[in-house]
């Protein structure tokens, strides 16, 4: 594999954070005190001596009908007729309201109020480069479900994934978010004495095609950084090589966005729609004119800013144009790239990939290797959402890339999921096979990365 590999540094960089959590209850009336908690199963926490309004967390009653509300502990929280609880001494209770008409419907939460920390008994909470930390340790109901959020000026702090992962990049304070339904915690991290990140290399692999310059920071956790140099200056890949990052750089040898300076010059040559990305049509690879520009023009101006190699999307032309002319045309773009001198990483391409291993017995001359997407992870197109790939799916894209390993390329995998059962079969996968692997949190592929579904380097 033609990775470099940079400085591995495996000492343990200790860091201090003292998280100051500030959470409420947030509902159609003004909000007080202090919720800590607030579960999938519809139980809360509140801190003792604090008030918080629950009217908002029942079904929403007819205008004008009257309403109940009791506790069945008094002792331990009670609750005014508008619906304002006020925790009284550790404990649990049940904070029931009844609907005065129509049969007397009742719905009912549970309460649990918990000692209020001392300000200076803050927790302490250790942590260290290469490991991941979870939100949902902080939190007292394992069953929480939320989504998480970091502050603008957090995301240079703290790496956040949408379930919650995080990982540190430097000092300073970093204000996180969780949100369940109409609820929010609110937690306030403060970073102290930690070495920047930029040079460290905790994940092996992250493909951030949707991110933007900007971003770089949260990118230089990965080792192998996937990225479109067409946005990046030569001075921004240089600043990663240097700090010991191999940088390959998205080009897309078989379709054409709209987006792109040059559509205008290239689009005559398009064959037709590309399913699911409206921006982007097929292009005729046989065209000597789409070949030259490839090979002589946004080839060159890509290796020109230092980048290690390609990542050649949309191969799968001939899948949708099995065409002899489009598979030569492939040929064409594939060998000139790969006289480059550069690592040349197909993206997918199945179909035209195995066609050339049939005819050659090899994939030498075109290719150092192959990313896979999806093999056991699925897209929902239509509501944009992430599955589970059936078995069939699963089994044939397995066959494909074992067969790439057996022709003596490297195989990576791109996946899409939050799911920590699905990314842990990615992993076992992944281990068993000696495959490089990486989930992504979004579609777009966005940074920061998914800490929870990156292989550790």
């Not at 000692?115 to 200076?120: E, I, V």
């Not at 956040?160 to 929010?184: D, H, M, Q, W």
């Not at 890509?302 to 799968?316: A, H, P, R, S, W």
């Amino acid at each position: 594999m033609k990775i470099i590999k940079g400085r591995l540094l495996l000492k343990l960089l200790m860091m201090l954070i003292t998280m100051q959590v500030a959470a409420f209850f947030l509902c159609t009336h003004a909000a007080a005190g202090e919720l800590r908690t607030v579960s999938a199963d519809g139980s809360f926490s509140l801190v003792a001596k604090n008030s918080a309004d629950m009217s908002g967390a029942f079904s929403k009653a007819a205008s004008g009908v009257k309403v109940r509300y009791e506790s069945s502990d008094k002792k331990v929280a009670t609750v005014n007729g508008k619906g304002i609880v006020k925790a009284k001494a550790p404990g649990s209770c049940i904070i029931k309201r009844t609907v005065l008409s129509g049969g007397n419907a009742s719905e009912s939460f549970t309460v649990n109020v918990i000692k209020p920390l001392p300000r200076d008994a803050q927790p302490q909470i250790r942590l260290s480069f290469g490991r991941m930390h979870n939100m949902k340790d902080f939190i007292e109901d394992d069953a929480f479900s939320a989504s998480f959020s970091v502050d603008k000026k957090g995301k240079k702090v703290i790496s956040l994934s949408e379930n919650g992962c995080f990982y540190p990049l430097s000092e300073g304070v970093a204000k996180i978010t969780a949100k369940y339904g109409r609820y929010k915690l609110k937690f306030r991290f403060s970073v102290k004495g930690v070495e920047p990140v930029s040079e460290e290399n905790i994940f092996k692999y992250g493909v951030f095609l949707g991110a933007e310059p900007a971003d770089l920071p949260a990118m230089r956790c990965y080792q192998t950084i996937v990225l479109d140099a067409q946005y990046y200056d030569s001075d921004m890949i240089k600043e990663l090589k240097d700090a010991g990052h191999t940088v390959y750089s998205y080009i897309n040898v078989g379709s054409i966005e709209d987006f792109r300076p040059y559509y205008k010059d290239y689009v005559k040559f398009t064959l037709g729609a590309y399913e699911n990305w409206d921006e982007e049509r097929w292009v005729d690879v046989s065209a000597k004119e789409w070949q030259d520009f490839m090979l002589n023009t946004l080839a060159p101006a890509i290796l020109e800013k230092g980048v290690d190699g390609f990542f050649v999307d949309n191969t799968d032309v001939y899948y949708n144009y099995e065409r002899e002319d489009i598979f030569e045309g492939l040929n064409v773009i594939l060998t000139g790239l790969k006289n480059t001198g550069a690592y040349v990483l197909i993206n997918g391409g199945d179909t035209y990939v195995m066609e050339y291993a049939k005819r050659n017995n090899t994939l030498d001359g075109m290719m150092d290797g192959v990313n896979q997407e999806t093999i056991f992870s699925s897209i929902n197109w239509n509501r944009g959402t992430f599955g589970k790939n059936p078995a069939s799916e699963r089994n044939y894209f397995k066959e494909y890339v074992e067969a790439v390993k057996s022709l003596g390329k490297d195989v990576f995998l791109l996946e899409y999921t939050t799911d920590t059962d699905v990314i842990a079969q990615i992993r076992d996968y992944c281990e068993a096979n000696g495959f490089t692997w990486y989930t992504s949190s979004t579609l777009e592929l966005l940074a920061p990365g998914n800490p929870a579904g990156s292989q550790l380097y």
